[in-house]
């Protein structure tokens, strides 16, 4: 153990750069320009983590600790700093990395209350990258909290048209998190006082070695509402097309890109890293629920007439998949595939990439054409060429086409849950087709087809606008071809994890 | 030949892609003449090495060994890559390399002045590409890769004319189709996987062919798996090769430009899926009840598909059912396990069917239209594109010595043979589509070609509007000798591919034997059957009478195809509707039960039961609650009722669980 600082210097440097810009910057030029700086700095950052992370040594590395941070309150109530980056986190800071600096980049036209703006930005980015990198349950928990605001603040203020609608909306986002982490913090406080540590990576061994304030399912129940919510999973999931619709576009794709995440990682980190027993017991609920996420999801997007909201619904569907791929925790005899649970890191990243991807891209078209209304928009593909063929690769990466990096994560999922699951995993296959479905319709109707009138004059991407999308594209179209670029990542991450798993699955067999 | 020649054949037109699309349209605008030339440069150096494969792959037996490439791999799951050279991958690679050389010779001049010249070409590219790496691949999941690559291709080039709402629609049915079929092909790659483990205990691995192979020598899969496993792969193939009843996106599929359609017809897409049951051929063979159905679907199509061109005025739209048809004729040969006849019609076809395109787009050229009852007597104004149609109708029609003539007769031997009963059934069939094929296929030589010019774009009062309106006259060179060309192999391919007699350079039989020679084959009823000289003439004689009767009504007119018209009047309107099925896809099964029912019960579900509990009980909260009305603004209390509720169904689940 020791302390390298490089993961605290990732972590702190957005909300140190959102101090400097409360304090000391003036004009909104300076402060973009400044935001985008720290944005650039910190994605360098991550992508330092990311390629210095050693697969062939695996395990928590470039560890940052502080064992008595707060020292003793009482007996032993020792609060530790701790963040360090494994196979599981890494490729996810990396998507932190990414979408924050393209957030900050899409968020070039933003002409009201500039400094704040890119204050909250920067410190949502800092909160989120906490969440992955935290080793220690209580800093998590802070973390987890940390984005909130940040959020709420974007979208209250920031979001679309009319202001009620927007302020409603963040205040669902808020009260729905609000809630699920309020048992979060009851689940954590009972492992404390179960176990005596905070330290994630000493819970797995002590709650399986020791016994419990609370029956295990009890608690990992309370963990797992958490995440639920956060995912979401049906029938939490009403606050994400709210949010989604009406927070700016920054926010729209660090919600979908980054913030559902910390529930997919939440579950993996903690209800399968460690509960093992627990959640082998509970797969069928989780096969069940992602499936209903991917069809209910999938068949609701349909009726979608607002972009932005349809783009939130096939989130819900797509974030099935990282449950359906969590669900093969189950095993088939005794053994366990790490096939299934790499598949569900691999959708976090790619769904990630995608979907910031496309809320880029209408929030852009919303920006040009002032409507995400389907039925008012057409043919805008005569006059956007470059945001038409972006569009058409996330589009594709949506729906699973091979060659990006939709198609891996699924096609892993689907093996690796299928020897579990079989039926669940067929049903919930069907949601790739119904993804060619809406996919491909909504194009057509907003892309192709003879141009409207009032669009006659609209222009395509320019200079700035460029980067962050031909950025998105790369990162989609490079992972779909090199998959193993993350999923080696990931895979050393989930080893440690399903060789725990197995040994309850023989232990069950036996 | 070196395993990276190999590779280059599938790299050289996806290095042509890329170029085109990262440096040539952003550099030198959309418009850039150097697209096509890249492109053909690619595809013709392609075309060099496919043969130089063929070659090879005749040299060393049928079989080159190439080692296997990891891509990704988690845990014990390795997904390997690599390439299967065998007499179908080498027969293949001939096909479609060559097809698209002239192809894209060919729209060199079809496509000039085009605003979408370089992302014509880049398609193109990605197209012919994903073709390639479909045939080239060694193993399950890389097929399927490339497979939805190919869709991807057909979409771009579908919708080529992506202004056009026709176009726009066109593409997304093709794609929306074959995704749906390849739902079936997804199954099947699951389930092989679920039953791996006899794989692996024997130290193979269910996703490489030539590992599927050599479990089925070894007796190891089950027929009960190889069963399920090879309808899943026909599904997928019935959606790519448009097999009833999902043959519905192919001739929309008319919408994109006519030498997509000739490559797509020919050597690409719809042949993917006759491909794909060839290649796990040896699968099917174990399971009759799979070999029983793809022989009935395909017999099925075959005069289905035909029945509804011999009453299309539109002759893009004659030659697309017509590929159908022909396609149900492979798909019927594979059924009743003539592998190599089924591969030689594949083959036949291509050159054949190519040529028709291509000429249908010479057609368009010089008229404007499509619509046959516009055309007439062009004969005179296109001598050279005429005699090439007429060459081309007599091939696909299976008049001797033509090539389609000996393909298609061993089709219709292997069929007469089998004696079974499903063999029997679909030899009838078959018979059936030769006459109706002779009749549709010179039907439209006789409106187009002969009798007086009608009028063409001016007279077609839905005259597309591309085509660039009418002006008579041969087209220029760069789209002539293509179908010259084509001619050639249109004429003789059949007999000096696969000859009756030793004929010194090729042996007797050399295509049949050289397919069968694959040693994974070697369950198969070796070579073709004896050439039946009298079920040659009497198959020769139907589809002459199929001329003749299009003769009568078509060019002398001593039968008015008004009056049969009217005669058959609900049988012409059920067929010119094509049986009604898009009516039944496309406004009962999506829009009304699919769009109007199912999704809309789910999106009224999601917004007045799901989310409106969490209201309702906030209104019942605010009400009920006025004492704590100050302390709570009612949202609040709204959502957390609402998530509190949720709570309680996952704890009580839990509590289910546990007890």
């Known amino acids: 153990m020791g302390f390298s600082g490089l993961l605290t210097i990732t972590v702190f440097l957005p909300i140190a750069g959102a101090i400097v810009i409360a304090l000391l910057l003036r004009g909104d030029k300076l402060i973009r320009t400044f935001a985008a700086l720290v944005a650039t700095a910190d994605l360098v950052l991550t992508v330092i983590v990311f390629a210095r992370y050693d697969t062939s040594v695996g395990g928590v590395q470039m560890v940052d600790k502080i064992r008595d941070w707060i020292p003793g309150m009482g007996d032993g109530f020792a609060v530790q700093y701790f963040l360090g980056v494994d196979g599981l986190s890494a490729p996810l800071v990396l998507l932190t990395g990414l979408l924050g600096f393209v957030a900050v980049l899409a968020s070039w036209h933003i002409g009201h209350r500039v400094r704040e703006y890119f204050m909250w930005l920067l410190a949502l980015q800092t909160g989120v990258m906490g969440v992955f990198l935290s080793l220690d349950f209580l800093m998590f928990f802070l973390f987890w909290e940390l984005e909130l605001l940040p959020m709420f603040m974007l979208i209250s203020v920031w979001g679309s048209e009319p202001r009620n609608k927007r302020e409603y909306s963040a205040m669902k986002f808020l009260i729905f998190t609000i809630l699920g982490s309020a048992f979060m913090l009851v689940g954590i406080l009972v492992l404390f006082f179960s176990t005596g540590t905070f330290d994630m990576t000493a819970l797995p061994d002590a709650i399986a070695g020791g016994k419990l304030l609370l029956p295990a399912g009890m608690v990992f129940t309370l963990l797992f509402v958490a995440f639920a919510v956060k995912l979401p999973l049906w029938p939490f999931h009403t606050w994400l097309p709210d949010a989604h619709t009406d927070a700016p576009t920054a926010g729209s794709v660090m919600l979908a890109g980054v913030l559902l995440k910390m529930g997919g990682y939440g579950m993996l980190r903690v209800s399968v890293g460690m509960f093992p027993e627990v959640v082998s017991q509970f797969a069928w609920i989780l096969a069940t629920a992602g499936v209903i996420n991917i069809v209910y999801g999938g068949i609701v997007v349909f009726r979608q007439t607002d972009l932005k909201r349809l783009i939130a619904y096939s989130s819900v569907s797509h974030m099935g998949f990282v449950v359906l791929g969590i669900a093969s925790v189950a095993g088939v005899a005794g053994s366990v595939s790490p096939l299934g649970l790499t598949g569900a890191a691999m959708q976090m990243f790619t769904h990630g990439t995608i979907t910031g991807l496309l809320f880029l891209l209408v929030g852009f078209i919303y920006d040009k054409a002032h409507t995400r209304y389907i039925p008012d928009l057409g043919g805008l593909a005569k006059r956007m060429p470059f945001v038409t063929v972006a569009l058409m690769v996330a589009g594709l990466a949506s729906l699973g086409l091979p060659g990006t990096s939709g198609f891996v994560a699924e096609i892993m999922i689907f093996l690796g849950t299928f020897t579990v699951w079989p039926w669940a995993t067929a049903i919930g296959a069907t949601g790739v087709v119904l993804a060619a479905g809406y996919i491909l319709w909504t194009m057509q109707r907003v892309m192709f087809g003879p141009i409207k009138e009032r669009f006659a004059d609209i222009t395509d991407a320019s200079g700035m606008q460029f980067v962050p999308i031909a950025v998105l594209v790369f990162a989609i179209i490079v992972v779909g071809v090199f998959p193993s670029i993350i999923s080696d990542v990931f895979s050393s991450g989930i080893e440690p994890i399903t060789r725990s798993l197995e040994n309850v699955a023989q232990t069950r067999l036996r | ?659």
Not at chain 2, 242 to 257: I, K, R, V, Y
């Open chain 2, 1 to 659: 030949m070196p395993e990276a020649a190999a590779w280059l054949i599938l790299f050289l037109p996806l290095a042509s892609f890329l170029l085109i699309s990262i440096v040539i349209r952003p550099t030198l605008g959309s418009a850039s003449q150097l697209a096509g030339y890249v492109t053909i440069l690619a595809v013709g150096a392609s075309f060099v090495l496919s043969l130089v494969a063929l070659f090879s792959t005749v040299a060393s037996d049928g079989h080159i060994a190439y080692p296997l490439h990891d891509w990704f791999s988690a845990g014990e799951f390795n997904f390997a890559v690599g390439i299967l050279m065998d007499p179908l991958t080498a027969v293949m690679l001939v096909v479609v390399t060559g097809v698209s050389l002239m192809v894209q010779i060919y729209s060199i001049g079809y496509m000039h002045g085009d605003r979408g010249y370089t992302r014509y070409y880049a398609s193109m590219s990605l197209f012919t590409m994903a073709m390639l790496g479909l045939v080239l691949a060694n193993n399950l999941l890389q097929i399927f890769v490339f497979w939805e690559l190919v869709g991807l291709g057909s979409y771009l080039l579908i919708g080529f004319w992506f202004d056009r709402p026709s176009a726009a629609a066109a593409a997304k049915k093709a794609f929306i189709i074959t995704r749906f079929a390849d739902f079936g092909l997804l199954l099947a790659i699951l389930y092989l996987f679920f039953n791996g483990d006899t794989f692996r205990a024997a130290d193979l691995n269910p996703f490489v062919i030539t590992d599927i192979y050599h479990a089925i020598d070894l007796g190891i899969i089950s027929v009960g798996v190889a069963q399920w496993v090879a309808l899943g792969i026909f599904a997928g193939a019935m959606g790519k090769s448009a097999q009833f009843p999902l043959h519905t996106w192919l001739p929309d599929a008319m919408e994109g430009p006519t030498p997509v359609s000739a490559l797509i017809h020919a050597a690409t897409m719809v042949t993917a899926g006759v491909f794909l049951v060839a290649r796990f051929f040896p699968l099917f063979e174990i399971s009759p009840v799979a070999m029983n159905v793809v022989a009935l679907i395909g017999g099925i199509t075959a005069i289905f598909a035909a029945s509804m061109g011999l009453v299309s005025n539109d002759i893009k739209r004659v030659l697309a059912y017509s590929t159908v048809s022909q396609l149900g004729y492979m798909m019927l040969a594979l059924g009743v396990g003539a592998y190599g006849a089924a591969i030689f019609h594949l083959f036949t076809h291509a050159f054949f069917k190519a040529l028709l395109f291509l000429g249908s787009g010479n057609v368009n050229h010089a008229t404007g239209t499509f619509d046959m009852r516009y055309m007439g007597g062009l004969r005179k104004f296109m001598p050279w594109t005429y005699a090439t149609f007429l060459i081309g109708s007599l091939s696909l029609s299976g008049i001797f010595p033509l090539s389609g003539f000996w393909s298609k007769d061993e089709i219709l031997a292997h069929a007469f043979d089998s004696g079974d009963p499903v063999g029997g059934l679909v030899f009838l069939l078959a018979l059936i589509a030769v006459f109706m094929t002779a009749f549709y296929m010179f039907r439209a030589l006789f409106m187009t070609f002969n009798g007086d010019f009608k009028g063409g774009a001016e007279a077609d009062p839905d005259a597309p509007t591309h085509g660039g309106g009418l002006h008579l006259g041969e087209s220029p060179a760069v789209m002539l000798w293509p179908l010259l060309i084509l001619a050639v192999p249109a004429v003789l391919i059949g007999f000096v591919a696969n000859p009756l007699t030793d004929l010194g350079v090729v042996p007797i039989h050399w295509m049949s034997e050289f397919l069968h020679s694959n040693p994974a084959l070697h369950n198969l009823h070796s070579g073709a059957p004896e050439f039946n000289k009298s079920l040659a003439a009497f198959s020769s004689a139907v589809a002459l009478a199929g001329i003749l009767l299009a003769y009568m009504m078509y060019q002398v007119k001593v039968i008015s195809p008004e009056v049969v018209g009217r005669m058959f009047r609900p049988l012409y309107v059920l067929l010119s509707r094509k049986y009604y099925f898009d009516e039944l896809y496309e406004d009962i099964l999506v829009r009304r039960v699919f769009y109007g029912s199912v999704a809309y019960a789910f999106d009224w579900f999601d917004r007045s039961v799901v989310d409106a509990l969490a209201r309702l009980i906030g209104w019942f909260g605010a009400n009920a609650g006025s004492a704590l009305r100050q302390l709570q603004t009612g949202q609040l209390q709204t959502y957390g009722m609402a998530i509190s509720i949720g709570i309680l169904i996952i704890f009580g689940a839990f509590l289910f669980v546990r007890g």
